[in-house]
């Protein structure tokens, strides 16, 4: 059923080399040419480790980690270095991170999906804990002890005699040259859940400080010598558009206006063509963005609106030969007809925009042959090789310089603004480009949210589903990101974006299951659509919470109880071993704790006050965080107006390597979903979005931000990805909430006071 | 030319009058702790002291800051850092990808400088201009009390 992206950069057919050169210190890391080196310190003495270096230590015994991700406010670095520094038993006082410069030695260099932590916990352990045996082995040769009568602690080396020997000391005065085999690799016996003394503490975040005095450094903070800025013309319509002629006699007034770069044949993954104003100063380019006089060619999507796209999704959905089949089980036909309870519902999505706070920029120039590229970015393996084809270049003559990022949320995975940054550079002959987008520019030419439009009918028996159909319609963001990514279908007939379907294939116990789906090429085509944090799950388990409450009360059920009933783990829902064990029990215990902390169906509440649940398995099948939400809600049946009063976020993680790090994300998460499900809406009218600015589009506001109650269910197993569930499990939550309170069922996301008071109308 | 005193320091800035403050401070300057975000004074990410009150940097002209005494996020304290504001900052761990954490701590070290016991709802009101994409404003609302009882011996 689920396919997710396969692991790339795990342990393989590769050594792991650990060498040194005396006072040279430390070099651990995945040797992916085996026949070019023989041995670590040699190939340290030769100047050409050219490897998968993941740590490396100094001759002072100083640990650096090696992230190849992005830190956009996930402090993801620092529970990396601590999965590393566990098993390496190093002072944590002398651990720090380093993000390297792209490379294809790094293979997939990718922030994303709640990957991080989940897909790098265990190789870090691994990259630690065989540093740790080759300083017990050189440190127990300099001891002159047997290395089996040594351990190691605090950055030393201990004989069982109690005599020690620093890792300074070692990596200062002797040479290490060891080689792991794969097999060795797998075999090193890693420390389990409770004998943890860096993994499961809350270490302040290494990015943290510098987000205090000021001095932490964001892409748009780059400075290169000799840089104009570049300012993009926001195009009149947001895909299509191809500028035919461009007036600069107003902006060749402006002090310090450098030129324009016209693009008439665009790049695909930027847009159909563009105009760069260039400045001295950014306040020359800024300017001169505006007085350049442009004359568009509008192109085919000149008259898209909002209504079209979603006219487009009902005609696809009511077509029986739309789509792909994502999960078929059983024969749901067969079941929807000897169903006792029948039960059919329409859930809806709009636009949104990610709106990360540093707006897109990137700082590009060439250099001895080499572009550069700085700034934030999400996927380098992406941004490196587009750039690279837009420059006509080789990929390896391009490197993409790691920044802090304003924000990602799947927004800096879309290379435009390096490819754009380096076509500006280009043009202007190498001449270093510092490209900034306003935020018009990154408003209006987001990869957005794709709105969506789904379909769920169900049928039950006795207080148990025995069927649910369920159609999604949406834009195909991996179909023009990533097509390689997309798996087949169940029926073989098509591909199928699993990055706009998954979360449909949920852990409800149903044994007649269909869900089918369907591309909305015009959201594609005239929006495009790109990857927002938590993606598919955000709208699927959106529809299937909200189904499963509707159906709950329609068969009259408690929706507690009726969830429960069907959370069983067994068959294809038992779950295995790392990321799913245990399966549905997992979730149904997620649920049983959100709703006991929050006094679901318990507490008093008052008029127009309810408690609605919801749980969910986000991300992906593969790696689920099994978490469950309880919302406590007022509603002012006059005016529509919805007051959350608490979220209580129940979340399994297995195990948390930083708790504080996990609250952190769960805090944030929640409050982005409920920010998406109330107030975040977006709209389309002649191929261009509405909104503009934060007047006329804005995320939640600090008075709007309720409690929020976090509990983070640890239990030893595996550490799965904190970043984005929470985000997907709120909004059904809310509009279950809502129907207890006041009996109105809210359908479409955001979920507005007109959309409450017109349900109410309808209730 | 004009003369800004920036965290004390008077330099002499060679910009048009009417370019924006936040583009002096960032670009010209490169006191980069204040932030982008909007353009249009409505998020507060650019937000420095004018005289020990809180602006938005984006929206005044250089020409309009002559003389005044400027201060960003790298001179808050006289340039020393640790004020009660930054001290509650990472007490609470408060930033996460920290954009728009300068503009935050600004303007709630301005704010508590006329008002240093306020109560929940003037905390709202005070920060409600600053947008925190990453939504940290439970931890930036408990901050800015755990600053006033800082800054005054708790």
């Given at each position: 059923m689920t396919k997710h992206i396969k692991k790339i950069g795990n342990l393989s057919r590769r050594q792991v080399l650990v060498g040194s050169a005396a006072g040279a210190g430390l070099v651990i890391g995945y040797s992916i040419l085996p026949h070019a080196v023989d041995s670590a310190s040699k190939a340290i003495a030769a100047g050409n480790w050219d490897h998968q270096q993941y740590l490396t230590m100094d001759a002072d015994g100083k640990a650096y980690v090696y992230v190849t991700k992005c830190e956009i406010g996930q402090h993801v670095g620092t529970a990396l270095a601590q999965a590393v520094a566990e098993e390496l038993e190093i002072n944590w006082d002398d651990v720090n991170v380093i993000y390297p410069d792209s490379h294809a030695k790094w293979g997939l260099m990718i922030t994303g999906g709640s990957w991080s932590v989940n897909w790098t916990f265990d190789r870090n352990s691994r990259i630690g804990a065989s540093a740790r045996i080759a300083l017990i082995e050189a440190g127990a040769k300099m001891l002159g002890a047997a290395p089996n009568n040594c351990t190691a602690k605090n950055s030393k080396v201990i004989s069982d005699d109690g005599r020690s020997v620093s890792y300074k000391d070692i990596l200062s005065k002797t040479t290490i040259d060891r080689t792991f085999s794969e097999e060795e690799m797998k075999s090193i016996k890693l420390k389990s859940f409770g004998e943890y003394s860096i993994v499961g503490q809350s270490k302040l975040p290494f990015d943290l400080p510098g987000k205090i005095d000021g001095s932490a450094v964001y892409g748009s903070d780059v400075f290169v010598p000799n840089m104009v800025y570049g300012i993009p013309v926001p195009n009149p319509v947001r895909w299509g558009a191809i500028p035919q002629s461009v007036d600069e006699s107003d902006a060749k007034k402006i002090d310090g206006y450098v030129g324009s770069y016209v693009e008439k044949n665009g790049f695909a993954r930027i847009n159909t063509g563009y105009v760069v104003a260039f400045g001295e100063t950014v306040w020359a380019a800024m300017n001169a963005a505006k007085a350049l006089k442009i004359k568009w060619d509008l192109g085919e999507n000149k008259s898209v609106s909002s209504e079209d796209i979603r006219n487009e999704s009902v005609k696809l959905q009511q077509d029986p030969s739309s789509g792909f089949l994502w999960v078929l089980e059983g024969?749901?036909?067969?079941?929807?007809?000897?169903?006792?309870?029948?039960?059919?519902?329409?859930?809806?999505?709009?636009?949104?925009?990610?709106?990360?706070?540093?707006?897109?920029?990137?700082?590009?120039?060439?250099?001895?042959?080499?572009?550069?590229?700085?700034?934030?970015?999400?996927?380098?393996?992406?941004?490196?090789?587009?750039?690279?084809?837009?420059?006509?270049?080789?990929?390896?003559?391009?490197?993409?310089?790691?920044?802090?990022?304003?924000?990602?949320?799947?927004?800096?995975?879309?290379?435009?603004?390096?490819?754009?940054?380096?076509?500006?550079?280009?043009?202007?002959?190498?001449?270093?480009?510092?490209?900034?987008?306003?935020?018009?520019?990154?408003?209006?030419?987001?990869?957005?949210?794709?709105?969506?439009?789904?379909?769920?009918e169900g049928g039950s028996e006795f207080g148990r589903m025995t069927a649910m159909n369920h159609d999604v319609v949406a834009g195909w963001s991996t179909k023009r990101a990533a097509p390689g990514?997309?798996?087949?279908?169940?029926?073989?007939?098509?591909?199928?974006?699993?990055?706009?379907?998954?979360?449909?294939?949920?852990?409800?116990?149903?044994?007649?299951?269909?869900?089918?789906?369907?591309?909305?090429?015009?959201?594609?085509?005239?929006?495009?659509?790109?990857?927002?944090?938590?993606?598919?799950?955000?709208?699927?388990?959106?529809?299937?919470?909200?189904?499963?409450?509707?159906?709950?009360?329609?068969a009259g059920e408690d929706p507690l109880a009726f969830r429960i009933a069907h959370l069983n783990a067994r068959g294809k829902n038992a779950g295995s071993p790392p990321n799913s064990v245990?399966?549905?029990?997992?979730?149904?215990?997620?649920?049983?704790?959100?709703?006991?902390?929050?006094?679901?169906?318990?507490?008093?509440?008052?008029?127009?006050?309810?408690?609605?649940?919801?749980?969910?398995?986000?991300?992906?099948?593969g790696s689920p965080t099994w978490t469950a939400c309880v919302a406590e809600v007022k509603v002012d049946p006059n005016s529509g107006d919805l007051t959350?009063?608490?979220?209580?976020?129940?979340?399994?993680?297995?195990?948390?390597?930083?708790?504080?790090?996990?609250?952190?994300?769960?805090?944030?998460?929640?409050?982005?979903?409920?920010?998406?499900?109330?107030?975040?809406?977006?709209?389309?009218?002649?191929?261009?979005?509405?909104?503009?600015?934060?007047?006329?589009?804005?995320?939640?506001?600090?008075?709007?931000?309720?409690?929020?109650?976090?509990?983070i269910i640890q239990n030893g197993h595996y550490p799965a990805g904190t970043g984005e569930p929470a985000t997907t499990v709120v909004a059904p939550a809310i509009a279950n909430a809502i129907e207890n309170a006041v009996g109105a069922r809210v359908r479409s996301i955001p979920m507005t006071p007109e959309k409450i008071k017109s349900a109410l109308r309808e209730a | 030319m004009t003369v800004l005193t920036v965290n004390g320091v008077n330099q002499v800035v060679d910009a048009p009058g009417d370019t924006r403050l936040l583009w002096v401070i960032r670009e010209h300057l490169r006191l980069t702790g204040t932030k982008f975000g909007c353009g249009l004074g409505l998020c507060g990410a650019c937000t420095v002291h004018l005289n020990g009150e809180a602006v938005r940097s984006c929206q005044v002209e250089i020409s309009d800051a002559e003389g005044a005494k400027i201060t960003t996020i790298e001179g808050l304290n006289g340039g020393q850092g640790g004020h009660p504001v930054q001290?509650?900052?990472?007490?609470?761990?408060?930033?996460?990808?920290?954009?728009?954490?300068?503009?935050?701590?600004?303007?709630?070290?301005?704010?508590?400088?006329?008002?240093?016991?306020?109560?929940?709802?003037?905390?709202?009101?005070?920060?409600?201009?600053?947008?925190?994409?990453?939504?940290?404003?439970?931890?930036?609302?408990?901050?800015?009390?755990?600053?006033?009882?800082?800054?005054?011996?708790?």
């Open positions: 024969d749901t036909d067969k079941a929807m007809d000897n169903a006792a309870t029948k039960h059919k519902a329409v859930y809806e999505t709009s636009i949104a925009y990610h709106g990360c706070h540093e707006p897109m920029n990137c700082t590009a120039y060439e250099k001895d042959g080499i572009w550069h590229l700085h700034g934030g970015n999400q996927w380098a393996s992406m941004a490196q090789p587009t750039a690279a084809a837009a420059l006509g270049v080789e990929a390896d003559k391009v490197v993409c310089h790691q920044y802090l990022a304003g924000t990602g949320f799947g927004r800096r995975t879309e290379p435009d603004n390096f490819v754009l940054a380096a076509q500006c550079s280009k043009h202007l002959e190498g001449r270093p480009v510092k490209l900034l987008f306003t935020r018009e520019q990154d408003m209006q030419f987001d990869f957005h949210r794709t709105p969506t439009y789904q379909v769920v990514f997309m798996p087949d279908s169940v029926d073989k007939k098509g591909k199928v974006d699993q990055f706009s379907t998954n979360g449909s294939d949920h852990w409800y116990d149903i044994p007649n299951h269909k869900v089918r789906s369907i591309n909305n090429e015009l959201s594609d085509k005239a929006l495009p659509v790109g990857f927002l944090r938590a993606v598919a799950p955000s709208w699927t388990f959106w529809a299937v919470e909200s189904f499963m409450d509707e159906m709950a009360k329609k245990g399966g549905a029990n997992r979730l149904k215990n997620a649920l049983l704790v959100a709703a006991g902390r929050a006094g679901y169906g318990v507490k008093p509440l008052g008029e127009n006050e309810g408690m609605g649940i919801a749980c969910v398995s986000s991300q992906e099948r959350i009063k608490k979220v209580t976020v129940a979340m399994d993680v297995g195990t948390a390597v930083n708790p504080e790090g996990v609250k952190k994300q769960i805090e944030g998460s929640t409050l982005h979903g409920i920010s998406l499900a109330l107030y975040e809406d977006m709209t389309m009218k002649n191929g261009s979005i509405e909104q503009t600015n934060y007047d006329t589009w804005t995320p939640m506001r600090l008075d709007q931000a309720p409690e929020v109650e976090t509990i | 001290q509650a900052w990472l007490e609470l761990q408060v930033p996460q990808c920290g954009y728009c954490q300068s503009g935050q701590m600004m303007n709630a070290a301005a704010f508590l400088s006329s008002n240093p016991s306020p109560t929940d709802s003037e905390i709202v009101e005070a920060q409600q201009g600053n947008i925190c994409r990453c939504i940290t404003y439970n931890r930036i609302k408990t901050a800015i009390k755990r600053a006033s009882e800082i800054m005054q011996g708790a």
